[in-house]
């Protein structure tokens, strides 16, 4: 066997895994898809549909980033508000276009706010991981209510519905058990990395990055450890967040001519975050099964789903096309901050 069989063996098997996955959603979604019908649907969209689109996802944009605002704001640092959407359209970027549940573009986020605002690179690792904890634990708790609502309406996604609960209603007690910890200034990854590293790993490696870790864990819990009002706008900011993503989807399909319900708003809502929870780039060909089973389980036409998930999928690639273009655009105008960061392992911000 040659080298280069042997690293494709070891390094580029999940990507082939990858292309045979999205290929078979694909053909399962598209297995029933009259392409005439198709586009006969896309043609329903109006100019006002689009521009109704377009003014969404710009507050959808500020709801994702004010919590995230307000964290940084908690931790003593001030910075402009519209920055941090360009800084969270580009790690959302990432996210999109690397593999996995739409996770990625946190270290880049960190890595600008660090370097173009004067935020120790710590402190800003510390404000990404608390927004994101907050935002992974309400996604998960609008899964899981979206679950439990279905259920009372006697609706099942799958054979998978109860497990997946359950599956939900675990990670969220384990997410609420580590962000209830930070905020009794416990640190849980440093400590669990102190006990691997006295009792069964003794790499130098893992000791260097234990104490760097704490303080962001410390400041993790600084940015949770607030007064009520604060805390009550991480939840209004959450809240905020799940009635317009609710509201664009009702909208995307509105246009074609399918006014959702409230029950099959939550089917076709449920099963678009699910989607992103699966480990393929921007949720390619599971977006698309997912939809095609919510419409097949709330008994409207599979193309209707199809259309609705052309519309998404162009509205990521103007996200991805616009925002990166005008983000680095914007970026490149200023220099690197004067104040040099101090390195990570450093711990004094």
Known sequence: MTT??????QIGWWR???????????????????????????QTWQWSDIAMLVGLNFLILAAMCWRWHRIVTCLGFAVAFYRLILYRIGGNVISTLTPGPQFGGEPFQAYWLSRHDSMPLPEALASVTADRLLEIMANIAVILASGLYLAMQGIYLNAWHGPVLIAMGLALLVLGTSAAAYVRNKQPLSQMGRFLADRWIKADALKEIIAPIGYCEERVGTALRQPASVLCLYGVAAISLAILTACELWLIYAAMGATLTPAQLVVTAAMARLALWTPLPGALG????????????????????????VIMRARDLVLVGLGTGLAMVWLAKFPRSPRENRAFLSLNP
């Open 4 to 9: 280069r069989v042997r690293r494709f063996i």
């Open 16 to 42: 082939m895994a990858a292309v045979i996955a999205m290929v078979v959603c694909y053909k399962y979604a598209l297995k029933s898809i009259a392409w005439d019908a198709l586009i006969r649907t896309l």
């Open 286 to 309: 599971a977006l698309e099964v997912g939809q095609t089973i919510a419409l097949s389980i709330i008994g409207l036409d599979p193309v209707i789903a199809m259309a609705a998930c």
